[in-house]
């Protein structure tokens, strides 16, 4: 793949010695000296059939993600690729995602729909994937750019104030998916994917709404995909422990959202129950044991910075410190927002200028990516 930097921020931002550090796998990929995790994977053959339980599943998966991880460290060794089709890594993730999707437990709301039987849970989003666009996305963080953008239409939350409202709520209650957004198959996602990649993406960016209630389909699609590309996942995070466990090995880059600092906040905004407790246990998962290149997003909202920014700060330098975070000023009042007279205004400078100090103060690496 050619190495374009298209953005001059992005130039600056990858002569930063600690963001060549920090992401030297995702850089290894874009100049093709390391291999995506997805592609490693479709070497390990695993061995299931139709009739399997679902326990008999975990078993094979938690054998072969030791071999997975084992792959990995050799990476380096290795002189051709594998191509397991229907026994591969991935292949058996897909169809544990399938299980899963008979009582639905995706992400923390664990509805239980049968989704599979056509049930749909909180999301709205039934066993199909639905897009509402995919393009070469330029307003990514600069090390993503140009950046190879899937929306899903759909969200497990229920934000107030979000600010892509349009394709994560606003139509649920007034038309079916069906009538907002494209249903797209794991063929069709791939087949989309490969051409971002030839027309320059840096990265496939998974994202919506929210990806989490697509988990099946997207793993689906990488058994399709061949590019030696980046697999970022961009999402609010709330995945359950079972979920991400599918895609813990195969996803390249991370970018979660950290929106709350306690769990009050995220049940009052977005609807959402121990909010704080999911995410902080997710981040640690894909810090410790999944690939560690994250950018973690914080969107600074007024009146918030003592309960939410300043602890959500505190937390990342003592528990996951190899993140890169994203301190982000662009929040406006939309959707509901105004509901809530104290979120019903932008934030002042003094409040980002809190924000930005108090990283500063504890050693966080942001100015590159904010
Ligand atoms: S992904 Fe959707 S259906 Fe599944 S648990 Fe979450 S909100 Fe419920």
Redesign the pocket.
């Known amino acids: 793949m050619v190495f374009r930097l298209l953005r001059p921020d992005a130039e600056r931002a990858w002569k930063h010695p600690e963001i060549l550090r920090r992401f030297s796998r995702y850089r290894g990929i874009i100049e093709g000296t390391r291999i995506a995790r997805y592609l490693l994977a479709k070497s390990i053959k695993c061995s299931f059939n139709e009739t399997n339980s679902l326990e008999d599943l975990l078993l094979e998966f938690k054998t072969k993600t030791k071999k997975f991880r084992d792959i990995l460290r050799k990476e380096g060794e290795i002189s051709e690729l594998g191509n397991e089709k229907e026994h591969s890594y991935i292949a058996l993730a897909e169809r544990i995602a399938n299980e899963y999707l008979k009582s ?10 049968n ?1 599979s039987e056509g049930e ?6 039934p066993k199909d994937a639905f897009i509402s666009s995919a393009f070469l996305h330029y307003g990514e963080e600069s090390v993503l750019v140009p950046s190879g953008t899937i929306f899903f239409q ?1 969200c ?1 939350f229920a934000c107030c104030f979000c600010q892509n409202y349009d394709i994560s709520q606003a139509w649920k209650k007034r038309y079916p998916i069906e009538e907002v957004a494209q249903k797209v198959s794991g063929n069709t996602l791939a087949n989309l994917a490969e051409k971002l990649c030839n027309n320059g993406a840096l990265n496939i960016n998974y994202v919506g709404g929210d990806p ?2 697509n988990i099946h389909v997207i793993l689906n699609s990488l058994r399709y995909q061949s590019k030696n590309i980046c697999q970022l996942w961009n999402s609010n995070f ?1 995945l359950t422990e079972e979920s991400l466990s599918l895609i813990l090995d195969l996803m390249d880059f991370w970018l979660p959202d950290f929106k709350y600092g306690n769990n009050d906040c995220a049940k009052k905004y977005s609807g959402i129950e121990n909010y704080y407790d999911v995410i902080t246990r997710n981040l640690k998962i894909i810090h410790d044991v999944g690939s560690g290149e994250i950018i973690i997003r914080h969107l600074v909202m007024p009146n918030h910075v003592e309960c939410c920014s300043i602890p959500i700060l505190d937390y990342i330098a003592k528990e996951v410190p190899k993140c890169v975070v994203n301190i982000m000023a662009q929040y406006r009042p939309v959707y509901h927002a105004f509901n809530h007279t104290e979120i019903n205004r932008r934030p002042t400078s003094e409040e980002l200028q809190k924000v930005k100090q108090h990283a500063k103060l504890l050693g966080i690496l942001f100015e590159p990516v904010s």
């Open positions: 639905c437990n995706f992400c923390e709301r664990r509805c239980g729909a989704r749909k849970g909180f999301c709205l989003v759909g497990n989490i209630p709330y």
